[in-house]
């Protein structure tokens, strides 16, 4: 909105210049969404202490001090994500961009699928939410919207394919079979922050580095100069979408003033599923899938963890981890949650570094 409002004054008065650069659009993207999590933040949190009472219920069968520390502490927390991550980016993005609108769609359509999810646990006061089924089924739609909409408006060169890091140029054509692939990302990255989000503070950080991280990706892959430099593929307006990326790290950086342990509020599956599928959805517009599951691989050893965890026990009827998701062992083994918590950002930076050298390493 700023955009359109500002960019045209610029023949006319230089200052205004500024915003033809994404770098400055995406620095006051950070700070809208700081500022709005600090303004709103506590109103929210207040009204939905009011409105739910107990708080999110608590799993019977997690770990023992869940019961005392978390009980009472209001979920829903994402809507400020969202609230914030969204203003910032309408305000300061290019709305021309048809890339905006496609991440717009995805992060608000599963925000709103996590927003119900969240609204059946409390109203029946238990863990189970909406039917896995119907939860599914609404993230497919809308991730199959997305691709749709990617594969239109991506450079039909490449629009079926996928990069593969490592390597110069070398790119598969999944063909029709990019859209179920696209899906799978989308689908994928969503619940697998989902998984992570157990502790406090445990998913916003990574998610946060793992945005700062695309954030440099979408910039390089849209900007020609950089791409042929580092030689990846180039497509086209997916630079803009680094505006996004700064909204989310403001957003979750302001988030995580009142998630950060012992949290005032937790995001739940308002957030946690939407910041996923904008992942998903990053990775899938800039043909760096297979980097998201290295910048984030910390959601995917979550992920693999629980598919261990169930299909060991339904085969041989033990568990590998004394509880799944992974952090839940640990917390198991006796650490304390802070301790599980910084450990588990400190693999996210790592996995980050490693995600971001294959950048480079050609």
């Known amino acids: 909105m700023l955009f359109e409002i500002f960019f045209p004054l610029a023949d006319d008065y230089s200052i205004f210049n500024v915003f033809r650069y994404i770098t400055f659009r995406s620095g006051g993207a950070v700070l809208t969404a700081l500022l709005i999590s600090f303004i709103f933040g506590p109103r929210i949190i207040r009204m939905l202490k009011n409105k739910q009472g107990e708080g999110q ?19 829903m927390g994402g809507a400020l994500i969202l609230l914030a991550l969204s203003v910032s980016t309408l305000l300061w993005a290019d709305l021309h961009n048809p890339f905006i609108w496609i991440i717009l769609l995805v992060t608000i359509g599963f925000g709103l699928i996590g927003f119900g999810d969240d609204y ?24 199959v919207l997305a691709t749709w909409g990617i594969m239109a408006v991506s450079p039909n060169e490449m629009n079926t ?50 945005g700062a991280c695309f954030g440099l990706i979408t910039y390089l892959v849209g900007n020609t100069i950089f791409a042929e430099y580092l030689q990846i593929s180039y497509v086209p307006g997916t630079g803009e979408l680094t505006v996004f990326c700064g909204a989310l790290v403001g957003a979750c950086l302001g988030f995580l003033w009142f998630n950060a342990p012992p949290a005032m509020v937790f995001m739940g599956d308002t957030g946690s599923l939407s910041l996923g599928g904008a992942l998903g959805t990053i990775a899938v517009i800039t043909k760096h899938e297979i980097v998201l599951s290295i910048i984030g691989g910390l959601f995917v050893l979550e992920t693999v963890s629980v598919i261990v965890q169930v299909v060991s026990f339904k085969t041989t009827g033990k568990r590998v ?29 790592i996995l980050a570094l490693i995600g971001l050298a294959t950048l480079k390493l050609r």
């Open 57 to 75: 219920p608590i799993r019977d069968d997690g770990p023992e001090s869940h019961l005392l520390t978390k009980k009472g502490t209001p979920t």
């Open 120 to 143: 059946l646990k409390l109203t029946k006061r238990n863990t189970k939410g909406l039917p896995g089924k119907l939860k599914l089924f609404a993230q497919v739609l809308i991730s």
């Open 161 to 210: 394919h996928l990069a593969i890091p490592f390597f110069k140029d070398l790119m598969l054509n999944l063909g029709l079979f990019y859209i179920p692939f696209s899906v799978f990302v989308m689908v994928g990255a969503s619940n697998s922050v989902n998984l992570t989000d157990g502790l406090d503070g445990l998913a916003t950080v990574p998610v946060m580095i793992a």
């Open 321 to 349: 981890f004394r509880m799944a998701p992974l952090h839940h062992h640990f917390e198991k083994k006796g650490w304390a949650e802070p301790t599980v918590v910084i450990r588990f950002w400190i693999i996210s930076m």
